[in-house]
Structures are given as structure tokens and as C-alpha cells.
């Protein structure tokens, strides 16, 4: 089997020394070249071709993101794997739009580097989960319990519901009564004009509410 | 109104929440608040006491459901459509 060759982008040497050191252990990886900064990357990239960058997002001259575009543009078949300090949605979401194959986390373990690197090299991508936008999330919600005049509290049993819990269960969830969550359940079933459990079931499932 | 009254007086809740829902043939009216629950001794109280009295005269039923998170007081009403 070919090593994978790797190339590292990063401005902190530290950085750069123990990753290779890491790597060295893998006798599936190769480091074949490591560069400071996105512009020593891309001359590098004159002279060599890697299977796999891994790229700081953070580097001065040229920064990560936007070494990134410029390589998806000119080296396509070229795997990018962003190691970053920062978890913010705002960063994964613009590293998704510039066509990066994954994002990781610099406090990941080395377990999940190698994880990362083969799952990339299978041609899949790898980010980090982006919890869903509260905002976006809240709003929809609430013009869900408008639109059907839904309490809170029935909300709250619609979304125990969809977690496949029973009567019972989402009355001890809830400190109730079965009997006053099933009363629950009937004046929903009524406010969204539906006839059957099942129908509920569906009906919140089509709704992904 | 008994119901709400209590809540205001008694339940030291922050949010509370009154619906009438038509059902095909009952109406069921849910009181419900985040307050302190109702302790045994004002369970008898006069006005639950007179709530009950008015839910049977209308053959209805009246459900306590409290606890320290809060008091659910559901009362349905049958009802023959004309």
C-alpha cells in the first residue's frame, strides 16, 4: 500500500514537531513537507504534490481559509483537513462552503486525527456536530405553536413524543399524571385535527418538529 | 374566575396557562401553572369545593394533578351537540 503523503500548515513550530512526531508512528503516513504559512504552502505545492493537507486555520501571510480556496481551485484532487482552535459554527460553516474535507479540533485526540485522515482519504468529510441554530430553531418552533395554538406545555409532550417515550414515561419526565398527559395528548390530537396516535406519530415526524 | 384566582393568591407560579379546547362531544377546560402545588389542606378549600359542585351539576369531571413543579387542574364538560 502507498503512504499517504502528508504535508503540515502551521505557524507554530511546537505544533508542527509533535504532529510529526505522532505521525511518524503511522508507517501508513508520510510527512513529506511542512510550511509556516499558506504562501510556503503553496510554493511547496510547485514542487510537490501531497495526498492530504492538514492546515492551520490561523497562519499570517495567508490564512488557512483562504490558502484552502485557492488550493480546492488549483489542486482539487488534494484532501484539506483544517485543524483549528476555534469550535465556532461561523468557521465550520465557511470551511464547509470553501470545499474542505474535514475540520478538527486542535485538543482532538490522535485517535481522532487518524480517524479523520483515513475517513477523508475514503472520500468522506468529517466536521465537527454544529448544534442546531437556537435562533432559527426558537423561531420556527414558535410559529409552530401559533399556527396550532399549542401551550408550552404541549410542546414540551410533542417533543417527549418524538422521543418515542410513553405516556407513562413523559408523565414521570414531567412530574404529571398519566392521566393528565394523556389529556394533553387529546387536546393536541384535537388542536392539529388528528384522529389517531399514529397520526400524531406522523404527523410529527413529517413536521420534523 | 375561582381557578385563576387561586393561582394568583396561592401558587407563588411564574407562568400559568388557561384553555378551553372543544372536543367533538366535551369541553375540556385545562388550568395549569409552574407554582408551588396545592397541599392537602386547601384541597378541600371552599373554592374547589364549589368548582367540583358546578363540574358535577353539569355532569363533568373535575382532575387535580399537583405537585411542588406546578398544578394541572383539568374539568371536562359532556355535551350533546344540537
Known amino acids: ?209 | 374566575m375561582e381557578l385563576t384566582n387561586n393561582i394568583i393568591k396561592h401558587s407563588n407560579a411564574t407562568e400559568a396557562a388557561i384553555q378551553l379546547v372543544y372536543h367533538e362531544n366535551q369541553l375540556t377546560l385545562v388550568v395549569e401553572d409552574n407554582g408551588k402545588g396545592i397541599n392537602g389542606n386547601s384541597n378541600s378549600g371552599i373554592g374547589l369545593k364549589n368548582v367540583r359542585l358546578r363540574v358535577n351539576f353539569l355532569n363533568g369531571s373535575t382532575d387535580i394533578d399537583s405537585g411542588k413543579n406546578g398544578t394541572t387542574i383539568m374539568i371536562q364538560i359532556p355535551f350533546k351537540e344540537a
Open chain 1, 1 to 209: 500500500m502507498n503512504k499517504i503523503k502528508i504535508i503540515i500548515a502551521d505557524d507554530h513550530t511546537l505544533f508542527i514537531n509533535g504532529l510529526k512526531l505522532l505521525l511518524k508512528e503511522e508507517p501508513w503516513i508520510e510527512v513529506i513537507d511542512v510550511a509556516n504559512d499558506g504562501k510556503e504552502l503553496l510554493d511547496i505545492l510547485t514542487r510537490t504534490i501531497p495526498d492530504l493537507i492538514l492546515l492551520d486555520i490561523n497562519m499570517p501571510v495567508l490564512n488557512g481559509l483562504d490558502t484552502a480556496r485557492y488550493i480546492k481551485q488549483t489542486h482539487s484532487a488534494i484532501k484539506l483537513i483544517i485543524l483549528s482552535t476555534y469550535n465556532e459554527d461561523h468557521l465550520v460553516d465557511k470551511a464547509k462552503q470553501v470545499g474542505v474535507n474535514g475540520y478538527l479540533l486542535k485538543n482532538s485526540s490522535k485517535e481522532d486525527l487518524l480517524q479523520t485522515i483515513s475517513l477523508v482519504m475514503d472520500n468522506q468529510s468529517s466536521f465537527p456536530y454544529l448544534e442546531p441554530k437556537k435562533e432559527n430553531t426558537f423561531d420556527k418552533e414558535d410559529n409552530f405553536l401559533k399556527q396550532f395554538n399549542l401551550t408550552k406545555r404541549e410542546a414540551e409532550i410533542i417533543s417527549l413524543l418524538k422521543n418515542n417515550m410513553t405516556n407513562q414515561q413523559i408523565a414521570d419526565h414531567l412530574f404529571l399524571s398519566v392521566y393528565t398527559v394523556e389529556t394533553h395528548r387529546k387536546n393536541i390530537m384535537q388542536k392539529l385535527g388528528l384522529k389517531t396516535p399514529v397520526a400524531l406519530m406522523k404527523f410529527i415526524i413529517e413536521k420534523n418538529l
